[in-house]
């Protein structure tokens, strides 16, 4: 089992730009969530996805949203990039029930310039 | 709200001193408190929880809900143990797990 694995690793991007990022939940788990982590400080929560829909959402603009498919894997998209929008941005994986644990992937680090 | 506070940026002890990293929490409900580890070039991992009261890597933390701490403590440190320490919280018996960290804490051994 890969783990959790998220793509591409890293990305460029320009101001205004789109952006779509790719995560693959660890094996037997159907919860992905997302979190953004700008540079010195931890990981804010930014939604999750469970049964191909939105569960839950933290304080993130309308321009963050997310997908999820039947085989559980998950895309974030970020519209109308903005230079603040640079920042690790981490997938985490769980299955449904009590005292679960969450399972982080790698991140993909994107870069708006 | 909820919040979780690591006072320390950077904790630098010598090798075979105790160590503490300190976590405080604000939250209105029940909450559970987790402390996760990045080692460098390595992705974040759960360290400990406090429901299931485990010594991991010798560590341990302690739920303390009159002070709302979650310090993680360790008695003899070792050079392996140098990493960047989160803390967080989730809302206690629920099936979604919506962590809340903190800023984290850089952990220093020197030999």
């Known amino acids: 089992d890969a783990g959790v694995t998220q793509s591409p690793t890293h990305l460029i991007k320009t101001r205004g730009q789109q952006v779509t990022l790719r995560c693959s939940p660890k094996?037997?788990?159907?919860?992905v969530s997302w979190y953004q982590q700008a540079l010195g400080q931890g990981p804010q929560f930014i939604f999750q996805y469970y049964e191909e829909e939105e569960r839950q959402r933290g304080n993130f603009p309308d321009r963050f949203s997310g997908h999820q498919f039947p085989n559980y894997s998950s895309e974030l998209n970020v519209n109308a990039l903005l230079l603040g929008d640079s920042a690790l941005y981490l997938c985490?994986?769980?299955?449904?029930?009590?005292?679960?644990?969450?399972?982080f992937g790698q991140g993909t680090r994107l870069t708006v310039v | 709200a909820q919040r979780v506070t690591q006072p320390e940026k950077l904790l630098s002890v010598f090798k075979g001193a105790p160590v503490e990293l300190k976590c405080n929490y604000s939250y209105s409900g029940s909450p559970e408190l987790f402390w996760y580890v990045q080692y460098s070039r390595q992705r974040l991992q759960l360290l400990l929880r406090?429901?299931s009261r485990e010594s991991i890597k010798g560590f341990t933390a302690d739920l303390n809900k009159g002070e709302t701490s979650f310090h993680l403590k360790k008695p003899f440190a070792q050079e392996e143990d140098s990493a960047m320490y989160y803390c967080?919280?989730?809302?206690?018996?629920?099936?979604?797990?919506?962590?809340?960290f903190g800023t984290g804490t850089r952990l220093l051994v020197s030999p």
């Open positions: 985490a994986s769980s299955s449904q029930g009590l005292n679960t644990e969450a399972f």
């Open positions: 094996s037997g788990h159907d919860t």
């Open positions: 406090h429901i």
């Open positions: 967080a919280l989730s809302e206690a018996n629920t099936g979604f797990q919506k962590l809340v």
